[in-house]
């Protein structure tokens, strides 16, 4: 029996920036029970959310390692700029433009894009036409005053 494919979510963000948000869906991806990948471009981007992770809240931190560090593989949130999977996560996170590599084996993939940057749309429309012309389950949720909201 073959493995469920991999569902994509595509994450409009208008009205609060990933720093806001990615902690948060991180938050619930650990409460079901998963792990994760965050995958950026950038070593910045890495490096920055190696501290913020730690710091986002004063009550609160996720567990969590860049992939160059030793161990890090057993963290349940995993940074990164490469495209390997090595603690095994169910869930992951596309950022900053971030392309998505072989989606088998994760469950979920969630692409993060700020809707007030036209490259990062552009980057966004792009990569749904791929994951669709891929025959994967895509969907589009987009940013509202209360909350995310399922578009298409």
């Known amino acids: 029996m073959s493995e469920p494919a991999c569902e994509v979510w595509f994450y409009h963000l208008e ?3 990933l720093d806001q948000v990615l902690p948060e869906l ?3 991806t650990l409460a079901r029970g998963w792990r994760a990948v965050v995958r950026a471009r950038e070593g910045e981007r890495i490096e920055h959310l190696d501290g913020w992770l730690w710091s986002y809240r004063d009550d609160s931190f996720l567990p969590h390692a860049p992939d160059d560090e030793p161990g890090a593989a057993r963290q349940p949130v995993l940074l990164t700029t490469g495209f390997d999977n090595p603690n095994a996560a169910q869930a ?3 950022i900053d433009g971030a392309e998505e590599g072989e989606l088998s084996g ?3 993939c969630v692409v ?3 809707g007030r940057d036209e490259a990062a749309l552009a980057k966004a429309r792009a990569q749904w036409r791929t994951i669709k012309a891929k025959g994967l389950s895509a969907s589009y949720w987009r940013q509202m005053a209360r909350g ?3 578009q298409a």
Do not use: H, Q, V
């Open 112 to 114: 993060l894009f700020d």
């Open 148 to 150: 995310w909201e399922k």
């Open 106 to 108: 994760y469950t979920r």
């Open 26 to 28: 991180l938050e619930k």
């Open 92 to 94: 992951l996170f596309l």
């Open 15 to 17: 009205r609060s920036g």
